[in-house]
């Protein structure tokens, strides 16, 4: 049997949690490693050299297949091809790799907020709601409307609804009524919660991570030094 696949990043959302979600989505065991101290981290980069660990020095690093995997886009493409999530053609591939793309860009929003001076919190998570609203869910409401079918691409799950999905949920936790005006994102929430690996990962006890809180940002912070 192949080894599980192993995840290095702190103890947090992050970089990482779109690497959880798909893992998770696809069925897959994981192991995590947590980095919380400089030392760790340190131990990581100087591995650099010899077995090309951390290839810019950063993380996420994910070790799959026999190889350490740098760079999240990255990582995720490797991740949709190999678990059959990425669309039956090229053109598939291409509008998966948009969808995934834009909510990325979202959810890197609110990802870099929980980092933001206490005083520019409540206007930066007003603003990243409006980007919600008017950006984003417009674009997937009409998409959804537009084919009529189950999932964004091909009427078949894919890591575009898997992404949709974790971004739809981080929004929620910023406001909860941000789904009101869009009638067929709500169905689409039920309807991919309701996947039975995805459902699992949404149950208390899974390796989803919470909201990020001080003492998360103080690990980055720490391990980081910024
Ligand atoms: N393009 C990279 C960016 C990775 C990145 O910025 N990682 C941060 C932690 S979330 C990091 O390791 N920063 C340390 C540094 O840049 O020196 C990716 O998407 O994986």
Known sequence: ???????????????????????????????????????????????????????FGQVPLVEIDGMMLTQTRAILSYLAAKYNLYGKDLKETLR?????DGTQDLMVMIMTAAFKPPEEKEENI????????????????KILKDHGEDFLVGNKFSWADVQLLEAILMVEELNASVLSDFPLLKAFKARISNIPTIKKFLQPGSQRKPPPDSRYVDVVRHVLQF
């Open 126 to 141: 007003a603003l990243i709601v409006t980007k919600a609203k008017t950006r984003y869910f417009p674009v997937f409401e």
């Open 1 to 55: 049997m192949a080894a599980k696949p192993k995840l290095w990043y702190f103890p947090g959302r992050g970089r990482m949690e779109s690497i959880r979600w798909l893992l998770a989505a696809a069925g897959v065991e994981f192991e995590e490693e947590f980095l919380e101290t400089r030392e760790q981290y340190e131990k990581l980069q100087k591995a650099q050299t010899t077995d090309g660990r951390l290839l």
């Open 96 to 100: 998966i790799n948009m969808y995934a």
